[in-house]
């Protein structure tokens, strides 16, 4: 799919350090429907990103974990154990959107701490409403 593909790239691109997080081939049989990537070695937020399995829907979150030990931890067993493990990360930001085309995505939710009036944003807009760092 050339828009989840899209996505994973521009989360790499606007986040360097960052690292998308493999399963185990013993779910090489599942669809996969959610990503989550290590924004930077070291830190307590990882980003998911959840394609909603219809259309070109969206959402891309930014979840705190308690510290950075506790989310090495938890990255480190998602290999073997999936994600049920990350439930315990607190939203710090959640936007959800329709893919339109490259640079065009538009706005079907949000809630977080930066201010989003448009309905139609570039992926660079949907990166920086998601970094905890902003």
């Keep these: 799919m050339h828009s989840l593909d899209y996505l994973r790239d521009e989360i790499r691109t606007y986040f360097p350090e960052s690292k998308e997080l493999q399963l185990s081939s013993a779910f090489d049989g599942q669809r996969r429907f959610n990503f989550y990537f290590e924004i930077a070695p070291e830190q307590r937020h990882l980003l998911y990103l959840n394609w909603d399995g219809d259309i070109e829907g ?6 705190e974990f308690p510290d950075a030990d506790l989310l090495k931890e938890l990255t480190g067993a998602y290999t073997e154990k999936g994600s049920k493990m990350f439930n315990i990360g607190q939203p710090v930001a959640a936007l959800s ?10 706005v ?3 809630q977080g701490r930066t201010h989003i009036d448009a309905h139609e944003i570039s992926a660079r807009n949907l990166m920086y409403a998601v970094n905890p760092f902003e």
Excluded: P
Aim: glycine share 6%.
């Design 58 to 63: 969206f959402t891309l979150k930014c979840l």
């Design 108 to 110: 079907r939710n949000y």
């Design 97 to 106: 959107f329709v893919y339109q085309g490259k640079d065009n995505l538009r």
